[in-house]
């Protein structure tokens, strides 16, 4: 056999690792250092601790190829002048314990790469020194070569390298960027990465496309979205200290869950290098909401502020137990005097959002193997308000109107208060150099009380009559996640590599006691009103009580197989999943009724015992007419619902370095899908999925000169429907249209082509140019369904669409202009044009009112445009770092409407934020923050003939920030 | 070793792949009709083709279709009662496009449609509403709404069988006569009732005389597009309109009455034209003779009728009393609409008597709201309305009727305007009665 030239060209399947703690530090044991951070918490951690004092060090680190960053298992390091050494692990690690004080060299060495010697490495007692080596392979450098630990510095930017190697097109943000950019959760970090954009501070867009198109995985596994109305996740529940790096894929690969815009893999830490503990409070100002003596929101429990319902929202009496008008007007009575009495939202001044984190990780030995863990605990609450909110559901009437006819309008304030408390355990063990096995704990809680007034007209209904409408809620959701993952190396059986993941997550949201109240009332001259509930015009004051459930199981193993093909170092992928989702929705229902109408524009009047049914100022107890206010029991079974879905998935793909400039990647996925959600009413129809699926994916590299790739890919991917847009559940909202699943939804498939040019100058510094075309079959749009009287929103398969643009990227350290030497600028713009073709039913219905309308229309949530920029500054002398982040999204659809009613689009938002820290000493940091400094309006609005009419808008206000961070390692 | 780790490892994930079965096979469907206590289920197959018996009663489960091709035949006598409760649990009888209803019932022995809990000997008071949904008929004439047909209100979208609309404005769906209907309306979610009786673009071949609504909690009567012709309709006590039609109604009318509830209650008239668009065709414009339409008083702030949305419409000969508002049309900036209707003779009311009605003006009774174009047009659209009152023969006078005697003591007799289609009886007095009232007898409003 000859020299096998091992430069794997890519990483270990789905394991991104960004080992950019490459600074040589000198850590002291924190048993033996006193601090009011250790008296406090060190308690908790002598679990974890085994060292003892002592006069010896460890060294560790990890031995990559320089080139291909590919982690070289069984590198030998050996410190010179004794027998003493280690060899690198699967993850390429190694670890020596037990080194007597004082500096030593140490030489490394591995099969057909130069050998390194490092001088000049200092051990301290009871410390741990972490050094990072990078061998060249013999082909391109020396046969030996001896470097002094101090020049061993980290200068290059892990994602950046990987992204340069990578097979597919792929971009991500390491711990340590986040670290930098300040972000405390997923949501902020993610956005900071090309081609991202990240919506109400939670849901992510990649490529303008909506979040129906991305994907979020941990670990590789998928997780649940809490909120049953959408299609991912929310990004904010992972807390950043937690997070060894996220990637977002944005060309589909056969070994990766499909997906179309984006696919954003978490990554959690395993083996932090050294211990670490990292305390953060923070404190934000939002000119809106915060220290508001106006701040909407009502009586409810006592634990609300923390995010948990007491039990006050429990309904008094089941709905279905609730006596039928006019069988036992007796018992009707109680009942109703039973249920509470709040309906209406009050004012209480609210205070500042607060936001408190800690993480604990370190690296041990447990039974005389590595052990790593990181346990992380945040909790924030934040408050959001706005009086300046608009609802208005319009209409075009005319071909020759001037403007769009009002069926609604109103004018919203809200109050919304969430509370997040989120966990987050990993740990990890090495059974030797060629086993690890993992696990990972996730808890996340939030609470979200929240309290809405509006205050508007229903012209559509009736002209001069104002309603007035109230609504409280509260939803608490949380999700448990647990994982267990492991990774072998089978070294005989030809270098194969094996990862497997099982996870199992369960998710709840209950939302109990949902109440809404609505009246209108007629002013007349001088000043009085004329107060009324008209159940034909609005629905009766009432509760909901909703309940959803969900497991979800996730079970991945992956193979890798190296091979040598035409001399090149090529590898054969593939692997199984299984998907498993179960959800249980419920819902519960409480109307108030009453058969005579005693409302005088007061809420808890009208609530009142005294004018509850026979008791009622009307009520004629002989003939009985004008009974008063009862309740019902109004559940819509239709409502409940479950829902099943299974997706096995196999693939099976290969790596191929074809020359040393050419590169192939192919792969085919295939994914048979089961899926079903079921009304609990009977006779209702199911919507029912049965799809099975080759997926292709055929990824192309040629690196022109070195540091410059161009790629071209070909991949096929779908998007599925959500239980939720398959399922009968009507959603309510006094001021907005029902939305409605439909159960005739198929799931869409897309070509996509990709072909980008990427030149990296210098490592962190990059320019690429892109250009991409997708062909959408049956894309799943919101629509406004054009059969219903009322206004009812629905989801539908258009036949077509096609997506094709342009995507720049251009990340540069302005190092050549002296002054701006620590500063940096980076840059991202997608162009996007998408075109669906109107369906002729629906084009005839739109040239009825306006003659000539072109038979295209964009993507259903395609923006057309992508702008994000940073303007940074980094100084490791002074430790001061800043940056000036912009964001702004085109507009985009957010409702197709039907007949010629110009569509609602949601309008761009410029986002501008700017965020500052400063290193107060080795472990103090300081951060300031400004957010959302341009503060414009969220909009979807109707535009016609030049004039925008609000379908929904509000402003959320800028918010300001302090925070200080301890950290400790 | 390492072969070992490999075999269990690939048998752990096996396991997890194969061993998590837990697909559950929902029940199939219940039969359709639970014998033996007339309880009427409907699994999709609707009433079938059946007989419901003079005497029986019958209990409606839910929505119970009446399918395409299927005739459903009620005999003088039946009663059929709808179960109680809102939403999901609300109950109604509903006629599908190409299903017949044959409802014909006498003086003696009229049918009824009522809730469960009436006993028809008082247990409900005419007070009581919503109790179950109500009587829905749906058929295959035209409507100006696009596309041409639409889900009736109140029927959810996934259920097909509520579709209405078609291009056989002779489209026959049976006979309904001596009907009462009662006590329904029941909230079906999100501010959507059921009316008392539904029209959802009934054709003229459809046979409807004689049809009392009491007590329902949303409109009385609602006719979406369509072209049904109804005579001897008295509608009381109804929660929200007691006459309103939309999506294009071209049908015709004799002996209207509406009596209201002094609490409740919304408009005598509600009068739309077109939905989406709303200036859609045809227009709307029915013609009703001889209306009675008593309101709910001086201090109630109800008007009697408005038109708009494009609405338009004859009343002729014709009584209204007791309202605080009298008549609306609407008149919109730079768009087709009802006072346009007005403007080019398809809306019109002739000969018509009002007492107790706004401030008795003619600019009192005949009122134009909306914008105009500018103030000047919204100025003189009012001017030429208000002295339309007179030119077209209506007057302020008391024809002595009451809320429980709609029989005029005072005949209104001056003045009448012509029966232009032989359709209607060309009777030589105003408003729905002569010296007779026909609704005596047979229904609950003038029982009580």
Known sequence: MGIVKNRLPQLFTRKYKFHNHLWLGKVPNPQIRPGLIRILLLQSLLLFSFRAVSQTGTLRGRITDAETGEELIGAAVLIEGTITGASADLDGDYSISDIPAGEINIRCTYISYESQTITGVEIKPDGIVVLDIKLKSVSVGLEEVVVSAKAVRNTESAILNMQKKSASVMDGISAQQIRKSGDSDAAGAVGRITGVSVEGGKYVYVRGLGDRYSKTTLNGAEIPGLDPERNTVQMDIFPTNAIESMIVHKSFSANLNTFTGGLIDIVTKDFPEEFNLHFSASYEFNTQSSLNDNFLTYDGGKNDWIGFDDGTRDFPVQPENIPLYPTDRDAIDGTTRKFNKIMEPNKKRSFLNQNYSLSVGNQTKLFGKAFGYTIGVNYKNEEKYYNDGERGIYKLTDANAGVLNTEQKYNETAGIYESLFGSLVSVNYKLNNSNKLGYVLMYNHSGIKNAFDYYGEKPEDEIGMFIQSRELGFKERSILANQLKGEHFFEQMGKLRINWIVSYTKSKQVEPDLRFFTNSYYPDAVGDAQYEINPSKYKVPSRFNRAMDEINLDNKIHFELPFTLLGSASKFKFGAAYVYKDRGFSEQKIDYLAQVQYYNGSVSDYLDDSNIGQDNPLYDPVSRRNYGLYVQNATDIRNSYTGTQSVLGAYAMVDMPLTEKFRMELGLRYEANKMESASKKKNHKKGELDDKDFLPAINLTLTVVKNMNIRLAYTRTLSRPTFREVAPFASYSPVAPTIVGNPDLKRALIDNIDLKWEYFMKPGEVVSFGLFYKNFTDPIEMVDNPVAVNPEISFQNVSQAINYGLETEFRKSLDFINPLRNMYLGINFAYIRSEVSIDPEELELIRALVPGHPDTRPLFGQAPYIVNGILGFDSKKTGLLASMVFNMTGERISLVTKGGTPDVFQQPVPVLDLNIRKNLNKHFTLSLKAKNLLNALNQQAYTYKGIKYSYYGYSMGRVFGIGVSYRFR | ?448
């Open chain 2, 1 to 448: 070793m390492k072969k070992v780790d490999l075999r269990i490892l690939v048998a752990l994930f096996a396991i997890f792949v194969f061993g998590v079965t837990s697909c559950s096979k929902t029940d199939d469907q219940e039969p359709g009709k639970k014998t033996g206590d007339n309880t009427i289920v409907d699994n999709g197959n609707g009433t079938g083709t059946t007989t419901w018996k003079s005497g029986e009663t019958y209990f409606l489960e839910g929505f119970v279709f009446v399918n395409e091709g299927q005739t459903l035949t009620i005999e003088p006598g039946c009663v059929i009662k709808g179960k109680a409760g809102q939403g999901e649990n609300a109950s109604a009888l509903i006629v599908a496009r190409g299903g017949k209803i044959m409802a014909e019932g006498t003086a003696d022995s009229p049918i009824v449609f009522t809730a469960e809990a009436d006993d028809l000997n008082g247990s409900v008071s005419i007070t009581d509403r919503g109790l179950w949904g109500g009587l829905i008929i749906l058929g295959n004439a035209g409507l100006n709404s696009t596309p041409g047909e639409s889900q009736i209100e109140g029927i959810p979208t996934s259920e097909p069988r509520g579709r209405y609309g078609g291009n056989n404005d002779d489209d026959n769906s049976g006979i309904v006569k001596y009907v009462s209907i009662r006590h329904g309306g029941t909230d079906i979610g999100d501010g959507n009732e059921i009316n008392g009786l539904t029209l959802g673009a009934v054709g003229s071949g459809t046979e409807i005389d004689f049809v009392e609504v009491i007590a329902n909690k949303d409109d009385g009567i609602e006719f979406f597009g369509g072209t049904a012709q109804l005579k001897h309709v008295l509608v009381a006590y109804v929660g929200d309109d007691c006459f309103d039609y939309d999506e294009g109604f071209r049908g015709k009318g004799q002996f209207w009455c509406a009596i209201q509830d002094s609490n409740e209650g919304d408009r005598c008239g509600e009068h739309d034209g077109g939905t989406d668009p709303e200036t859609g065709t045809p227009f709307a414009i029915p013609t009703i003779y001889n209306a009675t339409y008593f309101g709910r008083g001086a201090d109630a702030g109800k008007r009697t009728i408005t038109f708009r949305d494009n609405a338009g419409g004859h009343y002729l000969n014709s009584i209204f009393a007791n309202q605080s508002k009298g008549i609306d049309i609407e008149n919109l900036a730079d768009a087709q609409d009802s006072y346009k209707q007005f403007a080019d003779g398809n809306l019109s009311l002739e000969g018509n008597v009002f007492w107790d009605v706004a401030d008795g003006t003619a600019e009192g009774i005949f009122k134009v709201s909306g914008s105009g174009s500018d103030v000047v047009d919204s100025t003189l659209a009012l001017q030429a309305f208000a002295t339309y009152f007179e030119t077209a023969n209506n007057v302020v006078a008391n024809p002595g009727i009451s809320k429980n005697n709609p029989v005029p003591s005072n005949p209104q007799t001056d003045n009448l305007a012509s029966y232009n289609n032989n359709w209607f009886d060309a009777v030589t007095y105003k408003g729905a009665f002569g010296a007779e009232n026909w609704a005596a007898g047979w229904t609950k409003y003038f029982s009580e």
